[in-house]
């Protein structure tokens, strides 16, 4: 299995539409997550940490449940200029290292 | 403006040629790390360094030198050992020490290696 696992899409939806990742790892022990943007051929960008009580920033929301070991980043009100991979990220327990998912690609059409 | 710098943005080799990649920050940051990313697949971690003059093998070192003789610098060497080199290579900064915990990385612009 994984350390972490992401469904890589394609995800297609209209603009305006609500969209929703997920994503599992493996080690109950982990205690950052981050969910990463990055566009094609460009490095990744932190789009946001993920906290134990849920986060959210403007359209993104971030959860992370322990129990099931699994993160979701939710979109709001889809722009053409999300269309990008979404990385989901995970600490490496007891280290600095992150482990980072293969990504989800989302593209949001007009 | 603080950032983190890569350069060059392309570069071509002959196979059996060894070629040095560029990696500065100026964040202030202790931790580094290298990472190569084939297409469509996730960032695969070559080395790091948590502190000047120290630097660790990631999972996939073989092929790959690195040194950190400075905190905002750490090059790496891509070596003729290197059997598939071309690839997209990222270098990362953070704050991490043992005390901050802080994970976050923050990638430069990348290299784009290919291997002619």
């Known amino acids: 299995r994984k350390e972490v696992e992401q469904d890589p899409g394609p995800f297609n939806v209209p603009e305006g539409a609500t969209v929703a990742f997920n994503c599992t790892y493996s080690n109950s022990a982990s205690q950052s997550f981050f969910w990463y943007r990055q566009d094609c051929r460009k490095e990744p960008k932190l789009l946001m940490s993920v906290y134990s009580s849920g986060n959210e920033d403007g359209r993104f929301t971030a959860q992370l449940n322990r129990a099931s070991q699994y993160i979701s980043l939710l979109i709001r009100d889809s722009k053409l200029s999300d269309s990008a991979t979404y990385l989901c990220v995970v600490n490496q327990v007891g280290t600095d290292k992150l482990i980072f998912g293969t990504g989800t690609r989302l593209q949001v059409f007009p | 403006d603080g950032g983190i710098t890569q350069s060059p943005k392309y570069l071509f080799r002959k196979e059996g040629q060894n070629v040095t990649l560029s990696c500065e920050q100026n964040l202030n940051h202790d931790a580094m790390y290298w990472y190569r990313q084939d297409p469509g697949q996730g960032l695969r971690l070559i080395y790091y360094s948590q502190i000047v003059n120290d630097f660790q093998k990631g999972d996939i070192a073989e092929g790959y030198s690195v040194s950190r003789e400075k905190k905002e610098s750490f090059p790496l060497t891509v070596t003729s050992a290197q059997k598939n080199p071309t690839a997209f290579y990222l270098c990362?900064?953070?704050?991490?020490?043992?005390?901050?915990?802080?994970?976050?990385?923050?990638f430069g612009p990348g290299t784009r290696l290919t291997v002619l």
């Open positions: 990362a900064s953070s704050a991490w020490t043992p005390s901050s915990g802080e994970n976050e990385q923050f």
